[in-house]
């Protein structure tokens, strides 16, 4: 009976169980459930005091005020009774007595013990902490603590409703590498949070606003691509729709982040679709020929002046080719250059119109990435024939007027002619039996005799020095 009363005295069962009357209340059960909230008491005491020292590590890297907290922490309660260290008030929980500097903390110690163990609330948790100088109990009670938890669901918010300004977004993720690792933390903080506040949130969401970031980043790493077709667009002087464009190339710009999350569209995800595209493969190579076009406009402003189409630029080449300046190796190269340039470029030279947009230059480019596979040197024989342009200049004025209409000639007869020979009643003559007609509408004159072909062939003749086709 003596060690019964000890025991119920020590876990706070203070009855006389000689009184059989009241046996009920000094029953083994109750005894065992007593020993068992003893147990959950001390077994929170343990944790108060372990979740209070890992507080203090969380205010290491500023100057802090825990001193009487540090030496309460450190006292030794192995000989201390549980009633001395703690109670249950009549809600069931419970209130502390030890580690009285501690108290202003016993409200959000056990969410903010939650929260710090993720990475991201860590962070407006510094954040927090840097504002506010020295650092005292409370100040964490009442500054830190409440402002990082605001900041935290605030933040978790703004990503919901795609609110969150795209500077900020920067700010507190860029860290994470991959969509994974960003869904995961997010992913956590969301659950804490939920635990912290008691309302359900399945977090489904998050989902589809990690793939809104990870489109935004992709779109941040195109920007510079996105520059160079703004260039080409300035020197083109086109002025079609390149509005996505624009908001693609300013992704840094201080205008830029300041747009919420919800500025990244389908139709910019679209726009970052083709320069995903563009950046495969011979990416620097597509660039290298881009940026080579916008500084080489001397050549193609040139070119659009004396020719109308890669057609023109080819008689150009193949009149300087039977004349004099076509004479010798070196001259040959530079024409047959010319030639390759006129036909690798031609979209952008010969065939983009004023109003064109960003739609259209980019299928345009289409072409110019097909010749640039044929030819990798495509942009280096562009500069080539920038610096070549005064000689071609004065191939060019040396060039007769009968020369050039000649070839011009022999070309629309032989992309347009129709060769008819027929007999008609009272036609004796074979010159008046075979003729040419042409149907292109821009050709002045449609219709050629044979003396009129002949004619033609004679002064190809003379001015190449041989038959020509």
Request: negative net charge; glycine residues 4%; proline residues 1%.
């Amino acid at each position: 009976q003596q060690h019964m009363e000890n025991l119920c005295c020590a876990v706070g069962i203070g009855i006389d169980i000689k009184d059989s009357r009241r046996k009920e209340e000094w029953s083994m059960e109750t005894v065992h459930n007593t020993i068992q909230q003893r147990v959950k008491e001390l077994s929170a005491i343990h944790g108060y005091r372990e979740k209070l020292k890992y507080l203090c590590t969380l205010v290491q890297e500023v100057p802090t005020d825990f001193a009487e907290l540090n030496v309460e922490l450190h006292n030794d309660i192995s000989r201390s009774s549980i009633g001395s260290l703690c109670d249950c008030n009549k809600e069931g929980n419970i209130v502390y007595h030890c580690l009285k500097s501690a108290s202003p903390l016993h409200n959000m110690l056990d969410k903010c013990y939650l929260l710090t163990q993720n990475d991201l609330f860590i962070q407006f948790w510094r954040e927090k902490m840097a504002e506010c100088g020295t650092i005292s109990i409370p100040i964490v009670a009442q500054q830190v603590w409440p402002k990082a938890y605001l900041h935290a669901q605030q933040l978790m918010e703004a990503l919901h409703g795609r609110t969150l300004k795209l500077a900020d977004v920067d700010r507190y993720l860029s860290k994470y590498k991959t969509p994974d690792e960003l869904h995961q933390v997010l992913m956590n903080l969301n659950n804490q949070l939920s635990t912290c506040t008691g309302n359900s949130n399945d977090g489904k969401w998050i989902a589809n606003v990690v793939e809104t970031i990870v489109q935004y980043w992709s779109l941040k790493e195109y920007e510079n691509s996105a520059k160079t077709f703004l260039l080409v667009k300035e020197k083109l002087k086109l002025t079609g729709n390149f509005k996505q464009v624009e908001a693609l190339a300013s992704q840094v710009s201080l205008s830029m982040k300041d747009q919420a999350l919800q500025v990244i569209d389908e139709s910019l995800v679209g726009v970052g679709q083709f320069f995903k595209s563009f950046m495969t493969g011979q990416h620097r190579e597509k660039l290298l020929c881009l940026e080579t076009f916008i500084t080489c406009q001397d050549v193609v402003k040139w070119l659009r002046e004396v020719t109308k189409d890669v057609v023109d630029v080819q008689s150009f080449v193949n009149v300087s080719l039977t004349t004099s300046a076509g004479e010798g190796d070196l001259a040959n190269d530079k024409l047959s250059t010319l030639s390759i340039v006129g036909t690798g470029y031609r979209s952008l030279i010969y065939e983009l119109k004023l109003d064109a947009s960003f739609e259209t230059l980019s299928k345009g480019c289409t072409t110019i990435w097909k010749a640039l596979e044929a030819n990798p040197k495509l942009p280096k024989l562009l500069e080539d024939c920038n610096r070549e342009l005064e000689w071609y200049k004065s191939v060019k004025a040396t060039q007769g007027r009968v020369e050039v209409t000649s070839f011009e000639l022999m070309r629309n007869i032989l992309q347009y002619g129709r060769f008819t020979i027929e007999s008609r009643q009272g036609c004796n003559d074979i010159h008046d039996a075979i003729r040419v007609d042409l149907d292109d509408k821009k050709v002045a004159k449609k219709n050629f005799t044979l003396d009129e072909l002949r004619d033609l062939e004679s002064k190809l003749v003379l001015i190449t020095g041989s038959k020509t086709e």
